[in-house]
């Protein structure tokens, strides 16, 4: 059974930053591609953040780019995620995912395994 757990979450002042961890169990962490999600109320799920298996490649919508950046340490079964000058609008449940395999694309129907969540407050 895979299992994916979240945390790092909060409530943070606008301009701040947080760091986000999932822990997985349950697959081959390295041999795996992962990916961050967001959902924001009343608003569908959009994809933060994605990687490699082997960390060579990592996508972030253009967004995000500059302030978001996703790391992992295969050794530790740990994904995370930093997020620097957050805004109000980035205030979101933030899910940890992970594919069956490598060559996944940061596309939400591309993950299998899903964390729970993980609750990212922004004040002004």
């Known amino acids: 059974q895979v299992q994916l757990v979240e945390s790092g979450g909060g409530l943070v002042q606008a301009g701040g930053f947080l760091r986000l961890s999932c822990v997985v169990s349950?697959?081959?962490?390295?041999?795996?591609?992962m990916g961050w999600f967001r959902q924001a109320p009343g608003k569908e799920r959009e994809s933060v953040a994605h990687?490699?298996?082997?960390?060579?490649?990592?996508y972030y919508p253009d967004s995000l780019k500059g302030r978001f950046t996703v790391s992992r340490d295969n050794a530790k079964n740990t994904l995370y995620l930093q997020m620097n000058s957050l805004q109000v609008e980035d205030t979101a449940v933030y899910y940890c995912?992970?594919?069956?395999?490598?060559?996944?694309?940061?596309?939400?129907?591309?993950?299998?395994?899903w964390g729970q969540g993980t609750q990212v407050t922004v004040s002004s």
């Open positions: 995912a992970a594919s069956r395999t490598s060559g996944a694309t940061p596309k939400e129907a591309d993950y299998a395994y």
């Open positions: 990687i490699t298996w082997n960390s060579r490649t990592t």
């Open positions: 349950g697959r081959i962490f390295s041999m795996i591609d």
